[in-house]
């Protein structure tokens, strides 16, 4: 028989700015997960922990990747007993929000009750953009080299040219993208201002107690329309002097070129960060005294068009609504992940959403995209908005690499 999987804890470090000089030990990612670890622990008494069955956390790169046991150190590393296990999991800047999804996946079978599901990303010691993935190399040669043929061939182009793709085919200008994006800055700052991720949010200190981190540092309070189009193009050079622009539209052969309107200001931050949910059954949650916050109500991952990548989240959300009998009129809250503002406007678009549910306490453009962490860190900023408004349904979703996505419906009890 089928159970249901309870939230019953959901916290985050703050999202911190990515450097390549950034070497200061609390901030390596053994040693977020670490800090999270503890804070679950302290914040439920309760918890026997050698009554959790696994460890699921979502990584995308750098020393993080799966071939680093990532998880399984952690687990040992915070002092839970040998016991413990723990598995990294990968699919790309989904990975947190899969790690939830299959930790609840876990539960619901009834083959495991507890499982501590999340991510981590230390983006200061990620080389973004690696020559060593399946889709961007010649795997025939074993120099392993970037082979602009077989990109050809696949209609593949970086993330970057992609969104500017999606927001030419709409026709969506530079204000467009941009007032998207004062709109996050906006709100998040707002959000902090007014102490809305106060009870998710988990400082990192040191050894001796001092705060190294104790907000998401790229929130940018005075950001407006006009000061963002002050900013250059991020990817109109790689376009041409790359190829990739005829990369993209090779599919799309009635555009006449790619208008370049994303920036550094309407595009995602590089963040680290980590984040922790705790799942479990009814059972599990009275043996150790917990109080369930929310029951994931079903999951949906699906493909699309992989030369425009990044359209993923509307079938994913079909999917994920249409398992659990719901509608997107049923929905209070979405978070979906601001990828670049076009990929936002283009869900929107595609789903009918009103753009008052979406992000309403702003995104990644503000606060930044922390890879493997970012979806269990919008589990966390969508279930504490829930409570705050006293709402019931809320949905997650994301796009992923290779022209995926992935969504998840909660519903806060």
């Known amino acids: 028989m089928t159970t249901e999987a309870f939230v019953y804890d959901a916290i985050r470090t703050p999202r911190g700015r990515s450097t390549q000089t950034n070497d200061v030990p609390e901030l390596k990612p053994v040693s977020l997960t670490i800090r999270l670890i503890d804070e679950i622990r302290r ?29 399984r150190t952690a687990a040992l590393a915070a002092g839970l007993p040998d016991t413990a296990t723990g598995v990294p999991l990968h699919r790309f800047s989904a990975a947190g929000l899969e ?65 500017d793709l999606i927001a030419t085919l709409a026709g969506w200008s530079r204000d467009d993208v941009d007032a998207y994006a004062a709109t996050s800055q906006s709100r998040a700052a707002d959000a902090w201002a007014k102490r809305q991720f106060a009870r998710s949010i988990v400082p990192v200190t040191d050894h001796d107690g001092a705060v ?44 006449k070129s790619v208008q370049h309107v994303h920036t550094a200001g309407n595009s995602s931050d590089v963040v680290g960060g980590a984040a922790l949910v705790l799942i479990g059954n009814e059972y599990a949650g009275r043996r150790s005294g917990l109080t369930p916050r929310a029951r994931i109500v079903s999951v949906g991952l699906s493909g699309d068009d992989a030369a425009i990548m990044l359209t993923g989240p509307a079938p994913a959300t079909r999917k994920a609504l249409a398992k659990a009998g719901l509608t997107t009129g049923d929905i209070d809250l979405v978070e979906m ?9 283009r869900f929107i678009e595609d789903t009918g959403f009103d753009p008052d549910q979406v992000n309403v306490n702003g995104g990644a453009i503000a606060m930044g995209h922390a890879l493997g962490a970012t979806g269990a860190i919008l589990i966390g900023t969508l279930l504490d908005e829930l409570e705050h408004q006293d709402l019931r349904y809320g949905l997650v979703t994301l796009s992923v690499g290779d022209g995926m996505g992935i969504a998840t419906v909660l519903e806060r009890l």
Do not use: C
């Open 43 to 71: 914040r439920n008494p309760g918890l026997d922990p050698a009554q959790l069955d696994d460890l699921v956390l979502g990584v995308a790169a750098g020393d993080t990747a799966p071939g680093g046991g990532i998880a």
């Open 99 to 163: 790690a939830v999804n299959v930790a609840a996946q876990k539960v619901r079978s009834g083959w495991e009750s507890l499982v501590l599901a999340g991510g981590v990303e230390s983006m200061s010691r990620t080389v973004v953009g690696s020559p060593h993935s399946a889709g961007s190399t010649d795997n025939s040669d074993s120099s392993r080299t970037v082979d602009p043929h077989t990109l050809f061939a696949n209609g593949s182009a970086p993330q970057g040219i992609v969104a």
């Open 212 to 255: 190294l981190l104790a907000s998401d540092e790229m929130v940018r309070p005075q950001t407006t329309v006009e000061s963002l189009g002050t900013l250059q193009p991020a990817f109109a050079g790689i376009g041409a002097a790359g190829g990739f622009d005829a990369v993209a539209l090779q599919r799309y052969d009635w555009l």
């Open 337 to 345: 992940n601001e990828a670049f503002a076009a990929v936002v406007l």
